[in-house]
């Protein structure tokens, strides 16, 4: 009897091995195209995997804010998330190299070999902190928005301009050019425009359109403050508990659908952008000496963060991937 318990035991213990359900926060809305791939990996995952593998998606900031979905993970409440920019830094401050304002200058391409060219090193970080990186992916460029009409960097004195709360770089950016800042959650800003506690945000073309800010803003800045970039990251915890030849087939399929994602965002991006114009939103110009002034801001942000936000290695990194 007791060698068929243990039996028994034994064979439980193999089982809970081999079979895992991964439930991912995700602030993005059904029916995006993000979603739809999202929904179509974890199909072929549960079927590449004979149903031991299955992913449930959160869409809609269901789970709420990120920080939230990154409490939840850390709680094994759930077990991943798809994390923008500012949550990749909370997780390790050097993702957000490839994010710091004006390093690009527009380039969408420049700075997506970047991103690729610093991944290993990048996941090697996120290891460390008790992640399992899925796949990087391109949000886009981002775009300053507004209430009010910004022609130039004076006319952004007294406009109330939303920050994530807890982004550091923009905080940084806002405070070295003396605005003034508005720190929400991001489910916050759409009522906040409505509301008028903020007058101006910033996102790539599609997010703005997605989140249905484009319905609450007159004026788009037609200069690029910075790149943003996504992951999706499961925990460790829950990646060691799917035997290896199934993280193999997982890391294979979700590679395939990040580069699918990739191609969807960009295009989402260009008709986002089509269609904020011709929703009347006006297209603003900086002049010259402005988008000048700008960019000297690269240099005080990554003087600034070194040491509290980057490293120094992440620093010299981003040099040299550049």
């Known amino acids: 009897m007791k060698n068929i318990f ?39 995952i549960k079927k590449a995997t004979d149903g031991k593998v299955k992913f449930k998606f959160y869409f809609g900031g269901a789970q709420g804010d990120e920080a939230d979905v990154l409490r939840k993970v850390r709680i094994n409440q759930l077990q991943g998330g798809i994390f923008t920019g500012k949550t990749l830094g909370d997780i390790h401050g050097d993702i957000r190299t490839v994010e710091i304002p004006f390093v690009f200058g527009g380039d969408r391409g420049k700075a997506w070999s970047t991103v690729e060219k610093l991944t290993p090193y990048f996941n090697d970080k996120i290891e460390e902190k008790g992640f399992q990186n899925l796949g990087f992916f391109e949000i886009g460029l981002v775009y300053f928005v507004s209430q009010k009409k910004t022609e130039s960097l004076k006319a952004l004195n007294g406009v109330k301009i939303w920050s994530w709360e807890g982004d550091r770089i923009v905080e940084t950016m806002i405070k070295k050019m003396n605005l003034v800042s508005v720190p929400l959650p991001l489910p916050d800003v759409l009522s906040s425009l409505s509301t008028g506690i903020i007058e101006a945000a910033y996102a790539p073309a599609m997010p703005i359109v997605a989140l249905q800010w484009s319905s609450k803003v007159k004026y788009l800045v037609d200069f690029p403050i910075a790149y943003s970039v996504g992951s999706f990251l499961i925990s460790n915890k829950a990646w060691k508990k799917i035997k290896p030849a199934h993280q193999t087939l997982i890391s294979k399929i979700s590679k395939k659908y990040m580069a699918k994602v990739n191609e969807a965002n960009i295009e989402d991006n260009k008709q986002a952008l089509e269609i904020i114009k011709s929703n009347g939103v006006e297209v603003l110009k900086f002049p010259e000496a402005d988008e000048t002034k700008a960019k000297t801001l690269k240099t005080e942000i990554m003087t600034k963060l070194k040491g509290k936000l980057f490293t120094e290695e992440g620093l010299s990194k981003l040099k040299a991937a550049i």
């Open 6 to 44: 243990l039996g028994f035991l034994l064979f439980c213990s193999i089982n809970s091995l081999q079979a895992a359900r991964i439930k991912v926060g995700v602030l993005a809305p059904e029916g995006t195209n993000w979603a739809k791939h999202m929904k179509a990996m974890a199909k072929e």
